[in-house]
């Protein structure tokens, strides 16, 4: 219950392409849905997040989609650039810490 | 966002000796702190949650006397890696939680630990 599963494992997507990750969860007890981007050697960097009662949040090309009823969000890269290249982890809270997806691995081909 | 520093960001040490890593929140007071293992290519374990003058909370199969963890001060919390062994190589990640209750997590840098 405490799983957040992450998919794909991996993500090749040409520039200005649209790179889309996806993630879901069991338990409804999650109230804060984060996206963070890590690259090598480096800690993970928020990127975005979102709250269980808003569908959708923006901000930059960085877009969040919930659904609450399926227990799924996603996150959608538009105009994806070589610069995007990194592990992305989407996480859940919950009990006061942060479960995180596997992770998926993006490569963006100039 | 908020500034969280870890110290050392690499370690090399021989087995046997123990290694002391520091977590501190720059800019904010952080009752709580986390402390993750990352190993290659794959995604963060959570290893023990840390509160501000009590005793840090394990997770399952995580040895409390290899890794002990000391949260003496809002602002900083340590993890010392006891008797290290070259398995305990690993890249350590800690982050803090500001007093608000938003869920918002800000992370260090990450320290990459080698035990020769």
């Known amino acids: 219950q405490q799983q957040v599963k992450q998919s794909p494992q991996s993500l090749i997507v040409q520039k200005g392409g649209i790179s889309i990750i996806n993630c879901a969860y069991e338990?409804?007890?999650?109230?804060?849905f984060p996206w963070y981007q890590q690259f090598p050697g480096k800690g993970p960097a928020l990127l975005i997040a979102?709250?269980?009662?808003?569908s959708e949040k923006k901000e930059g090309r960085f877009t969040i989609s919930f659904n609450k009823s399926a227990k799924q969000f996603s996150l959608h890269i538009m105009d994806s650039q070589p610069g995007d290249s990194a592990t992305y982890f989407c996480?859940?809270?919950?009990?006061?810490?942060?479960?995180f997806g596997q992770g998926t691995i993006l490569t963006v081909h100039p | 966002g908020a500034v969280v520093s870890q110290h050392p960001s690499r370690v090399i040490c021989k087995s046997g000796t123990s290694v002391k890593i520091e977590c501190r929140s720059l800019d904010f007071q952080a009752t709580t702190m986390f402390w993750y293992r990352q190993f290659p290519k794959k995604s963060l374990m959570l290893m023990a949650t840390s509160n501000e003058g009590s005793k840090a909370t394990y997770e399952q199969g995580v040895e409390k006397d290899k890794f002990l963890i000391n949260h003496a001060s809002l602002t900083l919390s340590t993890l010392t890696v006891t008797s290290a062994h070259p398995e305990d190589s690993s890249f350590y990640i800690c982050?803090?939680?500001?007093?608000?209750?938003?869920?918002?997590?800000?992370f260090g840098e990450g320290s990459r630990l080698t035990v020769l």
């Open positions: 979102i709250r269980p009662d808003v």
């Open positions: 982050s803090a939680k500001p007093g608000t209750n938003t869920g918002e997590l800000f």
């Open positions: 338990n409804t007890a999650f109230d804060y």
């Open positions: 996480a859940a809270n919950g009990y006061g810490k942060l479960t």
